[in-house]
Each structure stands twice: as structure tokens, then as C-alpha cells.
């Protein structure tokens, strides 16, 4: 079964190059992206992907406005925020509007394993709910997952 895409979105193209570069794995496809518009042309046209949001984006669209956006452009997607730029309350909201993960801004070698880590798990959270679920008989006579 196919990883998901990840797409790296953020204003700052240095970042979005570091963050893809430390993200990337080898079998992982990695695209990055500056433009809203752009973005949600990929989400629109995309199967499952893992968008890692960094510093906004060129529009200047806040991200409790960008983030239902986005899940109106592709319900599967998974967005994980990694940035320092959220208040308090804008963070509650984002994350009642379906952010799967929020970080800060990795700037040293942990940041950049949890947001590793965090990328993984929704890899993993994307392959799994793809993946088929299949019943068969026991000795018990119930049935159970494989």
C-alpha cells in the first residue's frame, strides 16, 4: 500500500527546504509549497496526505481560518502544525477543527524528532485506515481481526 504525500506549506522557502530535507526518508514523496491556493489544489487532487504547516503561508490567511480550509479540500488529510506563531486561543481552535498534531518550530535535534515522530504516526494513522478489515473463524467460534 503507498505512504501517504507529505506536503510541507510554510512562507519562509529556506525552512520549507529544511523542513522536506529532514522529513524525507526515501520513500516518502515530498512536495512543498508557499501558496494557499496551491496547497488546496494539492489536497483537491490528492489521495491521503500529511501537511506539515510551518510559519502560514503567503496569503496571510490565519490559521483558524486555514485549517477548515484545508479539511474542506480533503477530509483525509492530516495537518500537523509546527510553528511559534499561535496564540492560546487560536491553538483551542485549530485544534477543534481537526489538527492531528501541534508543535513549535524545531530548532534543535529534538524538535526535529518529535516533528519526525509526529509525522511518522500519521503516516501510520493514514496506512491504517486504509488498510482492509478482515474477519475469520477461531476454535472458540468467534470471530476475530487478524
Not at 506536503?7 to 527546504?17: C, D, E, T
Not at 496569503?59 to 485549517?67: I, M, N, Q, R, T
Amino acid at each position: 500500500m503507498p505512504r501517504p504525500k507529505i506536503i510541507v506549506a510554510g512562507k519562509n522557502p529556506i525552512h520549507r527546504a529544511r523542513t522536506a530535507r529532514m522529513l524525507s526518508d526515501g520513500d516518502v514523496s515530498i512536495e512543498t509549497t508557499g501558496s494557499a491556493a496551491y496547497l488546496m489544489e494539492m489536497l483537491l487532487h490528492g489521495g491521503r496526505s500529511i501537511v506539515v504547516l510551518s510559519d502560514g503561508l503567503e496569503e496571510g490567511l490565519s490559521f483558524a481560518h486555514l485549517v477548515p480550509l484545508l479539511k474542506s479540500c480533503n477530509s483525509r488529510s492530516t495537518i500537523i502544525l509546527a510553528t511559534d506563531d499561535v496564540s492560546h486561543v487560536e491553538e483551542l481552535r485549530i485544534r477543534q477543527q481537526g489538527v492531528f498534531y501541534r508543535t513549535n518550530q524545531p530548532a534543535c535535534a529534538e524538535g526535529w524528532e518529535e516533528l519526525q515522530l509526529a509525522v511518522d504516526c500519521a503516516c501510520n494513522s493514514a496506512l491504517y485506515a486504509n488498510r482492509p478489515f478482515h474477519r475469520r473463524e477461531t476454535r472458540e467460534g468467534y470471530e476475530k481481526p487478524l
